[in-house]
């Protein structure tokens, strides 16, 4: 077959490709090259063929080529039904990420005209946790048939990560209508073995004409789906330039910015009053955690605390605040020779429970600064003593034997178990203020009150007392001590102050006749 016969047959896709290595190997005799194109066979097929050849001649100009020719369709085959399996997802038969990124670069230029939005359950891992695996994987592929049937004409749908998905919809389409419609697509519940599941989402959207490229398009879009998140959730937001304020920021350069801050001594308590219900008088502090950075000013723990539970920093933090904690309460007590003695209490996080270092530093900050035994308080969440595992009664154990009280954090909130008031000695329960929300005029006539009041029987009977937080009015303040609350904390009371001002907190109540604060 003539030469330029064979070229005819080549695709018409393929014949560039195929004439520049035929060019550009005729001037390299002795190398081996390797091309794959399509040829045109009977019936109008176009297999896919592969060359392996190398130039053959006296010189550097080749005066034939060598090599074999072999059918590699089936190959190829196999080739894009691998890549077609690997941008699918396997339980829903959407796209998956690697499709969501192949589809946002194939717009282009065009990528300013659409519309992106961005889904995600809310509390989808207690969903998963409450109903199981199988259960939960039915869930996502309804949610998946749910948005195809309401959105697969007007957008194209995605599911990019666990419980997370993405729609691109066609140009000139409302960008607030379509958060809507999508948080209602998911307000419906899923019913499975006659109880219903709600897999309610929150919903970040944003126009492309908001994004330089595919990869900013996304980070706007986790933006909004975050402020959607912060609002509490079964909500959409839309992209708006101010959301770069609330952006999580360089994680290396916050890292950096920390580990200078605790060279550079800029990490401080402040104090939030702890007071006696039964006549308002001080009982303590809890020491919180505060950052003034030199550029940026005051900055509060939720900006760095969550930070430093997942680099390992919150150890170093940890015993700062400790450390911190004991010298400015010893100074009270020998100031003010009350009792019982005024209190710290300092919160501690899982990492901190397996630091194995923790129970000697604590006993050799109580001896070096003569504190009044027990007046040293370590606050645990519930779900930091069940995340910590097995080990946690015996640490917590230790903790107790080198000089400090324990309190349970936040109980109720989360997996709570009144075993562990029995089995862990917590001398402290702590309220969480959610129980508060719907007793803003003190009534007591609700099903929490019922709660609140057998929690407080519950932990009188095993010797503890009750810390609610979160006090914002006198009416809270006095339903709690109708209930038997001991002691209380909130801005009715105090916002967090700094050492000076708590200092003359205790001063401002402190009664002479009686001594007490």
């Not at 060279?263 to 003034?292: C, H, T």
């Not at 400090?404 to 989360?414: H, K, Q, S």
Request: aromatic share 8%; glycine share 8%.
């Amino acid at each position: 077959m003539p030469h330029a016969a064979w070229i005819d047959r080549i695709h018409p896709d393929d014949r560039a490709i195929y004439r520049e290595a035929i060019a550009d190997y005729s001037g390299h005799t002795g190398i081996a090259f390797r091309i794959e194109f399509r040829v045109r066979s009977e019936g109008g097929r176009y297999p896919w063929l592969e060359v392996r050849a190398t130039m053959m001649g006296e010189s550097m100009q080749a005066e034939r080529c060598l090599g074999l020719v072999a059918d590699v369709t089936a190959r190829k085959e196999d080739d894009a039904a691998a890549s077609e399996r690997n941008t699918r997802d396997s339980l829903t038969g959407l796209g998956n990420r690697v499709a969501l990124m192949q589809a946002l670069e194939k717009l282009g230029s065009q990528l300013s005209g659409v519309t992106f939005a961005l889904l995600d359950i809310d509390r989808f891992k207690s969903v998963h946790a409450s109903i199981g695996d199988q259960a939960a994987d039915q869930v996502l592929a309804g949610l998946a048939q749910r948005l195809l049937r309401r959105f697969g004409k007007s957008a194209e749908v995605f599911r990019v990560s666990g419980d997370a998905f993405a729609l691109t919809f066609e140009p000139n389409v409302g960008a607030a209508a379509i958060g809507a419609d999508l948080v209602d697509a998911c307000a419906a519940p899923f019913q499975q073995h006659e109880r219903n599941i709600f897999a309610t989402a929150s919903v970040g959207i944003v126009s492309g004409r908001d994004a330089r490229d595919p990869l900013d398009l996304l980070k706007n879009a986790e933006l909004a789906l975050m402020q959607a998140k912060r609002q509490g959730g079964a909500c959409a937001k839309v992209y708006t330039p101010a959301l770069e304020a609330m952006a999580p920021g360089d994680a290396v350069a916050l890292e950096a910015d920390l580990r200078q801050a605790l060279k550079d001594n800029q990490l401080d308590l402040y104090y939030q009053p702890i007071v006696r219900l039964s006549d308002g008088s001080v009982a303590g502090f809890e020491g919180l955690m505060r950052w003034q950075h030199p550029q940026k000013g005051l900055i509060e723990p939720s900006k760095f605390i969550a930070h430093c539970e997942e680099t390992g920093l919150i150890v170093a933090l940890g015993k700062l605040a400790l450390d911190h904690a004991a010298h400015d309460l010893v100074q009270w007590q020998r100031f003010f020779p009350l009792e019982p003695a005024l209190f710290v209490s300092v919160n501690l996080s899982r990492r901190q429970l397996l630091d194995a270092d923790l129970a000697d530093f604590l006993k050799s900050i109580i001896v070096k600064s003569g504190l009044r035994p027990g007046s040293l308080t370590l606050e645990v969440t519930e779900s930091a003593v069940t995340a910590a595992g097995g080990d946690t009664k015996q640490v917590l154990a230790r903790l107790k034997g080198a000089g400090a009280r324990l309190a349970i954090d936040d109980f109720g909130t989360g997996v709570s178990n009144f075993n562990q008031l029995k089995e862990i000695p917590f001398d402290t329960v702590k309220l969480d203020q959610s129980f508060l929300g719907r007793h803003a005029g003190g009534a007591s006539n609700t099903d929490d009150a019922v709660i609140i009041g057998s929690i407080v029987n519950l932990a009188h009977d095993l010797g503890r007392d009750i810390v609610v937080e979160g006090v914002e009015t006198q009416a809270e303040a006095e339903w709690l001590r109708g209930l038997g609350c001991e002691y209380a904390q909130g801005f009715y009371f105090s916002a967090p102050l700094p050492r000076a001002e708590a200092l003359d907190f205790i001063a401002r109540h402190y009664r002479v006749e009686t001594g007490q604060a």
